[in-house]
Nanobody, 121 residues
Framework: QVQLMESGGGSVQAGGSLRLSCVWSGYSGAHMGWFRQVPGNEREGVAAIYTADGSAFYGDSAKGRFTIAIDNAKKTMYLQMNNLKPEDTAMYYC????????????????WGQGTQVTVSS
């Protein structure tokens, strides 16, 4: 049984930083990713990573500010978020699966419960 658990969310001021973590169990697939969702909006792909070699992919909102990383020994994926903006406020989810399009949420099979990130101006 695949389980994903996010942590590290919180409230910060604009310009601040947060590091999200996602601990997994029961998963040995090729891709993992971070997604976010604001109530009333579609879930958005933030970043994805190929578990075998750490190749990273970023959505436009994350480029230059966020970094995705993975520690397979610890079964933990990270999202370092710097220079946060109020528009980054959302519930952040980690996901795992074998997608054809790595930033498309519908192509992932497994999801965590999410961790809330709130950025104030």
């Amino acid at each position: 049984q695949v389980q994903l658990m996010e942590s590290g969310g919180g409230s910060v001021q604009a310009g601040g930083s947060l590091r999200l973590s996602c601990v997994w169990s029961g998963y040995s697939g090729a891709h993992m990713g971070w997604f976010r969702q604001v109530p009333g909006n579609e879930r958005e792909g933030v970043a994805a990573i190929y578990t075998a070699d750490g190749s990273a992919f970023y959505g436009d909102s994350a480029k230059g500010r966020f970094t995705i990383a993975i520690d397979n020994a610890k079964k933990t994926m990270y999202l370092q978020m710097n220079n946060l903006k109020p528009e980054d406020t959302a519930m952040y989810y980690c996901a795992a699966g074998n997608p054809s399009r790595v930033l498309v949420p519908g192509e992932y099979n497994y999801w965590g419960q999410g961790t809330q990130v709130t950025v104030s101006s």
